[in-house]
């Protein structure tokens, strides 16, 4: 039957429900349990393929090709498992799924309605995730904030659940913002108690508060806390400002919060043991080693969470090393003047995945910079194929050459449209998707990066290297050096170049803390050598 943790979130978004939710989902693995992880999207979008990342931040790519939130990295990123196109329900999925029933016919000769109907879809698409990950316990974050309007038939499945099975089965986890007045030097608790308000009015009443605080919560705001919210002050944690996420697991250790939980739930006793991502926090917090300062360039860089993989991908590698990272994102526009001196103490370029034409030149400026000058480079998807675009104009002389993407007529189209792609009329999850094999030739960087043949790394994309203009780029150097099982180039580098990588799939998605992406690791080794 499996024991389910919900976690909802008050006051406002954005405070760490996600942090939380893994967190805790690497505690509880650590001390031993099976755990797997759930994220709820209450909008209407059926995922988070279609939308823009300035709004949403990055869309997270599951090995099985689901375009997800980006929490479902954090998931796989602190607990170590992989997610699948079911550990995101949204509100679209659920009503899609149950709107094809009733056409079925599957509901003939009822009302279909929010409750039983819908709540009843939620609920069989959570213990959906516990059944196939076989796990004792299933997180679940409740996006959006308590109160939403969009969240409440969730709320309410989660409500039945707790009512439907033993008691200890089911653990509300709220966690809330208690925001600091400078003014009056205080801890301000009200709107923490009037989104616990909101839970209870409509049944939920939660076992475990999480404030999300400036600093840990004195004793007068644990006892007003306590006395409003009905919980115990035992009960009552914080997650309170740290250098970074990866500390938040150490710090809710500190509190005990394992202990209270396995209480709670009435599981077997145990302890955490988290020697080794102590170890990696340190090395994170104070690396020891060389400073790199990495330009990453890309069209949505001012939104901090667009390109958040590559964010903690580029982290692992670093602490891996043990190199003091300094990123720099650069919109890459402001690369379209012709002024590059911004670029000047750039010790390595990374040029960020992307769509559509907006900054397009900007980015293959930066590609041309780091080409002759040099500077160690790579390229992710987007830029891998505007390193083909760069190369084609400057090296091959291919006058206007460009991606289809951008330039339908083209003389020289070095990226077009992939064949599958042609016949695709609806634009939602008709990417080339997920992990796919990718056989490596000897002898390259990349092959020496990974340091074997074949490796797994998830797409996300429309359009590929054109076979057409390959020789002629191996020609002159520039290499292709991973390939798909049908033959689709998928990594390509110049040869006689400190680092210069272009990779197709996203090795981003697959960086942990403890093992990091090798392409990662290889770009920032040329970076500091
Ligand atoms: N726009 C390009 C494509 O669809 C690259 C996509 C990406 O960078 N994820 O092929």
Same mark, same amino acid.
């Given at each position: 039957?499996?024991?389910?943790?919900?976690?909802?979130?008050?006051?406002?978004?954005?405070?760490? /429900?996600? #942090?939380?939710?893994?967190?805790?989902?690497?505690?509880?693995?650590?001390? &031993?349990?099976?755990?797997?992880?759930?994220?709820?999207?209450?909008?209407?979008?059926?995922?988070?393929?279609?939308?823009?990342?300035?709004?949403?931040?990055?869309?997270?790519?599951?090995?099985?090709?689901?375009? #997800?939130?980006?929490? =479902?990295?954090?998931?796989?990123?602190?607990?170590?498992? %992989? *997610?699948?196109?079911?550990?995101?329900?949204?509100?679209?999925?659920?009503?899609?799924?149950?709107?094809?029933?009733?056409?079925?016919?599957?509901? =003939? &000769?009822?009302?279909?309605?929010?409750?039983?109907?819908?709540?009843?879809?939620?609920?069989?698409?959570?213990? @959906?995730? #516990?059944?196939?990950?076989?796990?004792?316990?299933?997180?679940?974050?409740?996006?959006? +904030?308590?109160?939403?309007? %969009?969240?409440?038939?969730?709320?309410?499945?989660?409500?039945?659940?707790?009512?439907?099975? $033993?008691?200890?089965?089911?653990?509300?986890?709220? +966690?809330?913002?208690? %925001?600091?007045?400078?003014?009056?030097?205080?801890?301000? +608790?009200?709107?923490?108690?009037?989104?616990?308000?909101?839970?209870?009015?409509?049944?939920?009443? !939660?076992?475990?508060?999480?404030?999300?605080? !400036?600093?840990?919560?004195?004793?007068?705001?644990?006892?007003?806390?306590?006395?409003?919210?009905?919980?115990?002050?035992? /009960?009552?944690?914080?997650?309170?400002?740290?250098?970074?996420?990866?500390?938040?697991? *150490?710090?809710?250790?500190? @509190?005990?919060?394992?202990?209270?939980?396995?209480?709670?739930?009435?599981?077997?006793?145990?302890?955490?043991?988290?020697?080794?991502?102590?170890?990696?926090?340190?090395?994170?917090?104070?690396?020891?080693? /060389?400073?790199?300062?990495?330009?990453?360039?890309?069209?949505?860089?001012?939104?901090?969470?667009?390109?958040?993989?590559?964010?903690?991908?580029?982290?692992?590698?670093?602490?891996?090393?043990?190199?003091?990272?300094?990123?720099?994102?650069?919109?890459?526009?402001?690369?379209?003047?012709?002024?590059?001196?911004?670029?000047?103490?750039?010790?390595?370029?990374?040029?960020? !995945?992307?769509?559509?034409?907006?900054?397009?030149?900007?980015?293959?400026?930066?590609?041309?910079?780091?080409? #002759?000058?040099?500077?160690?480079?790579? &390229?992710?998807?987007?830029? =891998?194929?505007?390193?083909?675009?760069?190369?084609?104009?400057?090296?091959?002389?291919?006058?206007?050459?460009?991606? +289809?993407?951008?330039?339908?007529?083209?003389?020289?189209?070095?990226?077009?449209?992939?064949?599958? @792609?042609? /016949?695709?009329?609806?634009?939602?999850?008709?990417?080339?998707?997920?992990?796919?094999?990718?056989? =490596?030739?000897?002898?390259?960087?990349?092959?020496?990066?990974?340091?074997?043949?074949?490796?797994?790394?998830?797409?996300?994309?429309?359009?590929?290297?054109?076979?057409?203009?390959?020789?002629?780029?191996?020609?002159? &150097?520039?290499?292709?050096?991973?390939?798909?099982?049908?033959?689709?180039? $998928?990594? *390509?580098?110049?040869?006689?170049?400190?680092?210069?990588?272009?990779?197709?799939?996203?090795?981003?998605?697959?960086?942990?803390?403890?093992?990091?992406?090798?392409?990662?690791?290889?770009?920032?080794?040329?970076?500091?050598?």
């Amino acid at each position: 039957m499996g024991k389910y943790i919900f976690i909802t979130g008050g006051v406002l978004s954005s405070i760490g /429900k996600g #942090t939380i939710t893994s967190s805790l989902g690497f505690l509880l693995k650590s001390a &031993g349990f099976k755990v797997t992880a759930v994220k709820i999207d209450p909008y209407v979008n059926v995922d988070a393929g279609t939308m823009n990342p300035y709004m949403h931040g990055e869309v997270f790519v599951t090995n099985d090709g689901a375009e #997800t939130d980006l929490d =479902l990295g954090h998931y796989e990123r602190f607990i170590d498992i %992989e *997610m699948t196109k079911i550990n995101n329900i949204t509100t679209g999925k659920v009503y899609f799924e149950t709107i094809r029933k009733e056409r079925e016919g599957k509901f =003939l &000769g009822q009302t279909v309605q929010i409750i039983p109907h819908i709540t009843d879809e939620i609920k069989s698409m959570i213990r @959906q995730v #516990t059944k196939l990950f076989d796990a004792e316990i299933t997180i679940v974050e409740i996006g959006g +904030t308590v109160g939403d309007i %969009e969240s409440l038939p969730f709320l309410e499945a989660t409500r039945q659940m707790k009512l439907e099975s $033993e008691e200890s089965d089911v653990l509300f986890i709220h +966690t809330a913002l208690v %925001e600091y007045l400078k003014v009056t030097g205080e801890l301000k +608790t009200k709107p923490l108690q009037h989104s616990v308000q909101e839970l209870r009015r409509i049944g939920i009443q !939660p076992d475990i508060i999480i404030t999300r605080s !400036p600093f840990p919560i004195d004793e007068e705001s644990r006892d007003k806390i306590s006395l409003f919210t009905n919980v115990r002050k035992d /009960k009552i944690f914080t997650n309170y400002d740290v250098d970074t996420p990866y500390e938040v697991p *150490m710090i809710l250790n500190e @509190q005990n919060i394992i202990e209270t939980i396995i209480k709670l739930m009435g599981l077997p006793e145990r302890k955490p043991d988290i020697t080794q991502w102590i170890n990696f926090v340190e090395k994170i917090r104070n690396p020891s080693g /060389k400073t790199a300062k990495i330009f990453l360039i890309g069209k949505y860089t001012k939104h901090k969470d667009s390109y958040i993989s590559i964010k903690e991908a580029m982290l692992h590698a670093a602490a891996y090393l043990n190199v003091k990272l300094d990123m720099v994102w650069l919109e890459s526009n402001e690369l379209e003047k012709g002024e590059f001196s911004i670029l000047n103490d750039a010790m390595g370029i990374v040029v960020l !995945p992307g769509f559509g034409s907006r900054g397009v030149e900007g980015k293959i400026n930066a590609i041309k910079y780091a080409r #002759t000058k040099n500077i160690p480079f790579l &390229g992710i998807c987007f830029g =891998l194929q505007l390193a083909v675009v760069e190369f084609a104009r400057n090296v091959l002389n291919y006058t206007n050459a460009n991606t +289809t993407e951008v330039d339908q007529n083209t003389p020289y189209p070095v990226i077009s449209m992939l064949d599958e @792609q042609k /016949k695709v009329t609806l634009l939602g999850g008709t990417m080339r998707l997920g992990a796919q094999k990718i056989i =490596l030739r000897e002898g390259t960087k990349v092959w020496e990066a990974y340091g074997r043949k074949v490796i797994n790394e998830r797409h996300r994309h429309r359009y590929e290297v054109n076979p057409r203009f390959v020789d002629e780029m191996e020609k002159n &150097g520039f290499i292709v050096s991973g390939v798909s099982e049908d033959g689709l180039v $998928e990594m *390509m580098e110049l040869k006689g170049h400190k680092f210069f990588v272009g990779t197709q799939p996203h090795p981003e998605f697959n960086s942990r803390p403890m093992k990091p992406a090798p392409l990662f690791i290889n770009f920032l080794r040329a970076v500091i050598s």
